[in-house]
C-alpha cells in the first residue's frame, strides 16, 4: 500500500518499533537556506572587517591578498566542513535545528562523522544542474524523501516530535444533541481503550485527511457492534464515545482483572 502519509517505522533487533515522520523538501530547502545564509553571512562580515582595517596598512595590495586567502579558505570552510561538522557532532546544523529536523540513519541511529561526510560530499551531485534539480527528483522517486547523498551514506532527514506538557482534550465541535441522541447513555472502555482512542483524537490534527479515515474506519466499527451505535463519520463517532465514556464517569477494567474485581464492574473513576 502506498503510505498515506509521510511516516517510517523502524524495528530495532530487539523488536522495538520507533515511528519517525520525514521531512520533507520544502522544509529541508528552508533549513538549507538558513544555513547558507548563517555561513556566508559570516563571511561577508569577515570580509567587511578585513576591508576596513586595511585602510591603516602601508601596503593594501598585499593585505587584500591575504584578506581574499582568507575568505577563500572561510568560504571552503561553509560550503564543506560546516554542514558534515555539525551533523556528525549533533546530528542537525543550525538551520535543521530552527526547523526542528535531525539526520539520523535509515536504521534510525545517529549519523558518525563517515555518513556525515558522504552524504554532504555528494551534495555537488544533487545540485546539479541547477537549484538542486537532481536531488529534489531524486527524493521524489523514494519513499524516504533522500537525495543521492542520503542514499549513498544510508542516512534520512527526519523531523522528532517535539515534546510537549499534555493539555485536557477538548471534543471540537461540541457534541450535538442529536448526535448524543445516537449513543449510548453509559459506555464503558477499558484503560486501553481509552488510551487508544485519546491517542487517536490527540494525533488526527496533524494526520492527513486520507490517514484519519483510514485510521477510523478500522476500528470504529468494533464499537459500533458493541454498543449499537453508527455515524456518518467514523472518526466523529470514535469522538462522540470518547467524550460519552468520560461523562460516564466509569472506566472498565481490562478482562485480565475483572475476575478479580468481583462483586465490581470496572468502577475506577476517569481521571
Not at 593594501?60 to 591575504?66: C, D, L, P, R
Not at 485536557?168 to 486501553?192: G, H, M, Q
Request: glycine share 8%; aromatic share 8%; charged share 25%.
Amino acid at each position: 500500500m502506498t503510505p498515506l502519509d509521510n511516516a517510517v517505522a523502524i524495528e530495532t533487533p530487539e523488536h522495538i518499533v520507533f515511528h519517525y515522520r520525514l521531512a520533507g523538501p520544502a522544509r529541508r530547502a528552508v533549513a538549507h537556506l538558513l544555513d547558507l545564509f548563517l555561513c556566508y553571512g559570516a563571511v561577508a562580515a569577515v570580509g567587511l572587517v578585513l576591508v576596513l582595517a586595511g585602510g591603516d596598512v602601508d601596503d593594501f595590495g598585499a593585505w587584500m591578498k591575504t584578506s581574499i586567502g582568507v575568505l577563500l579558505l572561510l568560504a571552503f570552510f561553509a560550503q564543506w566542513i560546516y554542514f558534515a561538522a555539525w551533523e556528525a557532532a549533533v546530528g542537525a546544523t543550525p538551520g535543521k535545528m530552527a526547523l526542528g529536523l535531525r539526520v539520523v540513519t535509515s536504521a534510525g541511529r545517529p549519523i558518525d562523522l563517515t555518513a556525515a561526510t558522504l552524504r554532504n560530499l555528494l551534495r555537488a551531485a544533487d545540485v546539479l544542474p541547477v537549484g538542486y534539480g537532481v536531488g529534489v527528483v531524486t527524493m521524489a522517486l523514494g519513499s524516504k524523501f533522500q537525495r543521492i547523498g542520503d542514499l549513498v551514506a544510508d542516512t534520512m532527514v527526519v523531523a522528532p516530535d517535539r515534546a510537549a506538557r499534555a493539555k485536557r482534550l477538548e471534543i471540537r465541535p461540541e457534541p450535538r444533541p442529536s448526535e448524543l441522541a445516537t449513543i449510548p447513555d453509559v459506555v464503558r472502555l477499558d484503560p486501553d481503550e481509552r488510551a487508544a482512542l485519546d491517542l487517536f483524537l490527540r494525533r488526527r490534527a496533524r494526520l492527513g485527511p486520507a490517514r484519519e479515515l483510514e485510521l477510523a474506519a478500522m476500528v470504529a466499527p468494533v464499537f459500533m457492534r458493541r454498543f449499537g451505535c453508527a455515524h456518518a463519520s467514523p472518526s466523529r463517532l470514535l469522538a462522540l464515545l470518547y467524550d460519552r465514556a468520560a461523562r460516564s464517569g466509569r472506566v472498565e477494567s481490562p478482562p485480565s482483572s475483572r475476575a478479580a474485581k468481583s462483586g465490581r464492574e470496572g468502577a475506577e473513576p476517569w481521571r
